[in-house]
């Protein structure tokens, strides 16, 4: 009972000259989009340590890892501090054959399979705690996959600020105009996760969305 | 064979969010693919993602989902008003949302303003608009 009221008095608690401290901040995307090797980028950028392992085979991501106080700093000298919340890719379809046949044995493919559809599940659930998202999109692929749009319209539908990263430039397939025209209500920036291109350009965006 | 089913939207009209999922869903996990007049909320649908997993098994993949909707982005200012007044008339019926088992639809593509659905089975495709 007293947690009810607890969390009541939180919900109607206001202070406008309160400092926001945990803001937090979610990787956010499909499956394979570069959302844990962006992780790793920020946290080896900023703290020189990794946070989540990466992998070609998809949700290797199967539960949210967060890495707390990471503070970033731009040209000016401000800094920003922001936990950094890496989610599972959200997808609608889950199928173990589909990991046999990037050569995981049947029994680690059905495991695989179960962790992966409540991964999905809690990334979902954890958008209610993010404060800011950075939507991670394989600027190689079609932006118009109704996932990308789900994310991105329930984003909306909270008033989350949100960034969009094309990651994966550094392919020649990539096309960023499509995803900014997919997307034209939001900021997108091209990068490269994986060789570190445009991330400076990232982080000073990061003060316009994380602020 | 694939079985295509409409759902107009006076069907799911009155439905509460948890109802218009259930019915959809066992629409689907009957292997029908369901073709929807108007379009789930954006909290209904991430609830629909989440409801596939949690049907997620060997005999059932998952779903495919696509929506074909009028990028507001693109409309002007008189435009939208008149979709917002219509849709607190009418209800948001605008669009078309289509939901088939992933063991029959291997994808949908949106282009945007057309939808093309590649079937597992005919190996072919359909397109709507």
């Known amino acids: ?211 | 064979m694939v079985t295509f089913q409409f759902i107009p939207f006076q069907e799911i009209e009155s439905l509460s969010s948890a109802k218009r999922i259930n019915k959809l869903m066992n629409i689907v996990k009957d292997n029908k693919i369901v073709i929807m007049e108007g379009r789930l909320k954006k909290e209904e649908e991430a609830d629909l993602i989440e409801i596939t997993m949690e049907e997620i098994s060997p005999k059932f993949q998952g779903i495919e989902l696509s929506v074909i909707y009028p990028d507001q982005n693109k409309q002007d200012a008189w435009q939208k008003m008149k979709g917002k007044f219509t849709n607190l008339l009418l209800g948001d019926r605008v669009g078309l949302t289509i939901i088939g088992p992933a063991s029959i639809v291997k994808k949908i593509e949106k282009n945007p303003d057309k939808i093309e659905l590649f079937t597992k089975e005919l190996n072919g495709k359909h397109k709507n608009k």
Request: charged share 25%.
């Open chain 1, 1 to 211: 009972m007293s947690g009810f009221f607890q969390n009541l008095l939180k919900k109607f608690s206001f202070n406008p000259f309160a400092k926001k401290d945990h803001v937090k901040l979610g990787l956010y995307g499909p499956p394979n989009g570069g959302k844990s090797t962006l992780a790793n980028r920020v946290c080896l950028d900023w703290l020189g340590e990794e946070m989540s392992t990466v992998s070609h085979i998809a949700h290797e991501t199967r539960e949210i890892n967060i890495k707390e106080q990471v503070t970033i700093k731009n040209k000016k000298g401000k800094e920003l501090t922001f936990s950094l919340v890496d989610t599972p890719g959200i997808a609608t379809r889950i199928d173990y054959e589909d990991f046999i046949k990037k050569g995981l044995k049947k029994i680690e493919a059905k495991r695989r399979a179960k962790e992966a559809t409540k991964g999905v599940i809690d990334a979902i659930k954890w958008l209610d705690n993010m404060d800011a998202v950075v939507v991670v999109l394989d600027a190689t692929l079609d932006p118009y996959s109704q996932v990308n749009i789900t994310i991105i319209g329930n984003l909306q539908a909270r008033n989350i600020p949100v960034l969009i990263a094309a990651n994966k430039v550094d392919l020649k397939k990539a096309n960023i105009e499509l995803i900014k025209a997919a997307f034209p209500q939001y900021k997108v920036i091209g990068i490269s996760a994986k060789y570190g291109k445009n991330v400076e350009i990232f982080y000073e965006e990061l003060f316009k969305v994380g602020k």
